[in-house]
């Protein structure tokens, strides 16, 4: 009798190891399921996800129970600093008001391509056609500044010199 009795704890062990071992296995794989996920979610992270085991120690005791091992999670979010800007209410004026050569243009559409490159998770490429757009948005409002100082600059002169000439003229 005392046999049988021996053989059930031993059975009874066995059973508490392979319980033990199929809950550690199913943790690892629910750990690396979820991994797979974030990175789906967030594929453009500056740095990449690492999936590492938290726990790689085999422990005679059920997680949860006092004394056992405690199992700690962090989540990283990757918030960038400073937002890319992409230049589009800038652009939108150079192309209504200082559209010299179409930089104005060329502007916008480089406006929008950063716009469509930040949504879609693509920062870098939103960084360089932001960046076209700065210096296209830069040069047509140089150039559409000097147009209109010259402008105004020339309208000046020939007033000036068409009141001096009339009154030559007609005295």
């Not at 053989?7 to 066995?14: P, Q, V």
């Not at 594929?43 to 004394?67: C, I, K, M, N």
Request: include cysteine; glycine fraction near 4%.
């Amino acid at each position: 009798m005392w046999f049988s009795g021996e053989n059930n704890t031993a059975n009874h062990e066995d059973h508490k190891k392979d319980t033990h071992s199929r809950r550690r296995l199913k943790s690892s794989t629910d750990s690396l399921q979820i991994a797979a996920e974030l990175t789906a979610m967030n594929p453009t992270e500056a740095h990449p996800a690492e999936a590492v085991a938290l726990q790689d120690r085999s422990y005679d005791w059920f997680p949860g129970q006092p004394g056992g091992p405690r199992v700690d999670q962090h989540t990283t979010v990757n918030i960038p600093l400073d937002p890319q800007n992409d230049h589009l209410i800038w652009s939108l004026f150079n192309f209504v008001y200082g559209n010299i050569f179409c930089l104005g243009l060329m502007a916008l559409i480089f406006s929008v391509k950063a716009r469509d490159r930040k949504v879609f998770g693509d920062l870098a490429g939103a960084r360089h056609h932001a960046s076209s757009a700065r210096i296209l948005n830069i040069m047509a409002t140089v150039l559409t500044s000097l147009s209109v100082f010259i402008t105004i600059t020339v309208l000046i002169i020939v007033y000036q010199l068409a009141s001096h000439y009339s009154r030559y003229h007609y005295n």
